[in-house]
């Protein structure tokens, strides 16, 4: 007979060997870590159902549950909803295990809404190209700053716009449902809070190259007036700062998911950013390395690869930043079991 319960975390409906009494189980929808109840606690609550057929994951407390070919298709359905923000410390291998299991269902749609936002944004690169070089051509030198500036601008706020829409297409395969191309598009209402988020995420991160280059190099320079001093400082400097910048950085990295999915404000992104983060820096710098990885073996197959990796690593992150705020992430399957664990 099998021990059920719901996670206290998003209510999904568990169920582990009714030998795990006393130990905890990892919720595999939330990565969220509850104690197990005993057979007489877990009864109060829920009415007795039969046993769920034994899972092989029952013995890794890390893994995804697997995939039963009788089981319906979970992205059939409207997928799970989204939860409140519970910060999780998450397990790497668990995030590229659910991140395979998604795209595999929807690698298509993945495909094809990723190129549709590098295509364009290679487009727009091109007008900006073309409109500098005319610039040039006319030997203006006020005008070719003012197309420069201009066309940079205008540039990256599209691309933004666009990536936000992208953002909001993969939290949607990511929570299960069917991705909508459309979707693509529907990034204007959280473009200038993103806008906002990145001049301040900017300013941090500048403050920090100041403070441990910037300072040290104009120090070293007054007090020696000598060039090579002057570069050995600032040398010592970038290796130094290397490690507040990377924190940094990794810590607001999320500002822009929060923003679309949670319709936070500029500030209010950032802070939670830092909070979901704590304890998921490393997971975080990981699956970064994981990701160059990804699209370097892309690149290594004829470039075609790469058609295949850069959607699978834009929802690697998506995945990964579900399971950091401990919201329910889609699994194609009818029921979710729990791992238990000592």
């Known amino acids: ?24 189980a990892k919720c595999p929808s939330c990565s969220a870590v509850v104690p197990i109840p005993a057979v007489s606690d877990a009864g109060r609550d829920e009415t007795p159902s039969p046993a769920p057929p034994t899972s092989p994951d029952a013995a890794n407390p890390y893994a995804s549950p697997s995939l039963s070919s009788a089981a319906p298709n979970r992205f059939a359905t409207g997928g799970v909803e989204a939860g409140e923000i519970r910060p999780t410390r998450v397990d790497i291998g668990d995030v590229l295990s659910r991140t395979w299991e998604i ?30 070089q005319v610039a040039g051509a006319i030997g203006d030198p006020v005008l070719i700053v003012l197309c420069l500036v201009v066309f940079q601008i205008v540039g990256q706020v599209f691309q933004l716009w666009l990536w936000l829409g992208a953002s909001l297409a993969m939290l949607d395969v990511a929570r299960g449902r069917k991705l909508e191309l459309s979707r693509l598009f529907a990034g204007g209402p959280y473009l200038l809070r993103s806008i906002g988020a990145y001049l301040l995420f900017s300013l941090a991160t500048t403050a920090v190259l100041a403070a441990f280059v910037g300072i040290p190099a104009l120090v070293a320079f007054a007090v020696t007036q000598d060039e090579q001093v002057t570069l050995v400082a600032t040398g010592i400097g970038v290796v130094v700062a290397l490690i507040p910048f990377i924190y940094i950085s990794l810590a607001m990295s999320q500002y822009q998911l929060l923003i679309v999915d949670k319709d936070a404000g500029a500030i209010e992104s950032l802070q939670l950013s830092w909070q ?8 975080l710098f990981v699956l970064g390395l994981v990701a160059v990885g990804l699209i370097l073996l892309g690149m290594l197959a004829c470039c075609v690869g790469v058609f295949f990796t850069a959607p699978m690593t834009v929802l690697l992150f998506v995945v990964n ?22």
């Open 103 to 132: 795209y595999k269902e929807q690698w298509g749609m993945c495909i094809a809404a990723i190129m549709i936002v590098y295509v364009i944004s290679g487009g727009v690169g091109m007008v900006t190209n073309i409109v500098t």
């Open 276 to 283: 979901i983060t704590k304890g998921n820096k490393l997971a």
């Open 321 to 342: 930043y579900l399971a950091m705020s401990g919201q329910p992430i889609a699994t194609p399957q009818q029921k979710n079991y729990a791992s238990a664990r000592g």
């Open 1 to 24: 007979m099998a021990i059920e319960f719901k996670c206290p975390q998003c209510d999904t409906l568990l169920s582990v060997p009714d030998d795990s009494a006393g130990r905890q």
